[in-house]
């Protein structure tokens, strides 16, 4: 069974560019949800989407943004990119929002540069 | 989500068991204790939770005291390959309002050879 891909692994943008980050869940996962990781802050929640919508957000500014397709995969999109944003973007993914018993599971992160 | 409270780091030998604590005295009566680790630059992985017995799975065993106020994750036998950032989480699972992980800043293990 395969896991959580996410593309692309790395990517290097430079200030005031956007950006656009994909992840596939588990096959029959609906829920997705993203968060980024910086050595300063940690791990900070962004957001979590379940059948196309989203049902949950961090407390991140609005350059900040994903959506969720038909076939459960899922983008998150920052536009304005400032040096701030360099972090690893991770994508988690479950069978059904809410579910954590054990039920996440996170793709290898996509090391976003942006100089 | 409760707090939680973790030492930054442990060292442990190969070989040797690993017993990594969390405190978490303000946890209430439905949250759980949950154990992620993440490797170096690679996502979260699930280990282990429980709710107040003690539990254990092919990877680690998680022991909770009595009155739930601390959890220890046991790895039996530390290899090399468990060197990573272990965190412990408290929440109530399927929260309709939390439905993220909200990660501490976790105990950095370094199995030693």
């Known amino acids: 069974k395969a896991g959580v891909t996410q593309t692309p692994r790395y990517l290097i943008k430079t200030r005031g560019q956007q950006v656009t980050l994909s992840c596939s869940p588990i096959?029959?996962?609906?829920?997705v949800s993203w968060y980024q990781q910086t050595p300063g802050q940690g791990l900070q929640f962004l957001f979590e989407?379940?059948?196309?919508?989203?049902?949950n957000k961090g407390n991140f500014p609005g350059r900040f943004s994903g959506r969720q397709f038909s076939n459960s995969r899922s983008e998150m999109n920052v536009s304005t990119l400032e040096l701030g944003d360099s972090a690893l973007y991770l994508c988690?993914?479950?069978?059904?929002?809410?579910?954590?018993?054990?039920?996440?599971?996170f793709g290898s992160g996509t090391r976003l540069t942006v100089v | 989500d409760a707090k939680t409270t973790q030492p930054p780091s442990m060292d442990c030998a190969e070989g040797r068991a690993a017993n990594l604590p969390c405190n978490h005295s303000?946890?209430?009566?439905?949250?759980?204790v949950y154990w992620y680790r993440q490797i170096h630059s690679q996502g979260p992985q699930y280990i282990i939770h429980?709710?107040?017995n003690n539990e254990t799975n092919e990877m680690a065993s998680l022991i909770i005291t009595e009155d739930r106020k601390s959890s220890t994750l046991i790895l039996p036998h530390a290899t090399l390959r468990d060197t990573a950032v272990y965190y412990c989480?408290?929440?109530?699972?399927?929260?309709?309002?939390?439905?993220?992980?909200?990660f501490g800043s976790g105990t950095q293990l370094t199995v030693l050879p």
């Open positions: 989407y379940f059948s196309e919508t989203q049902r």
């Open positions: 096959s029959g996962h609906r829920s």
């Open positions: 988690a993914s479950s069978l059904r929002t809410g579910t954590t018993n054990y039920g996440y599971t």
């Open positions: 989480i408290v929440r109530v699972p399927s929260s309709g309002s939390a439905r993220q992980l909200t």
């Open positions: 303000t946890i209430s009566g439905n949250e759980y």
């Open positions: 429980g709710l107040k």
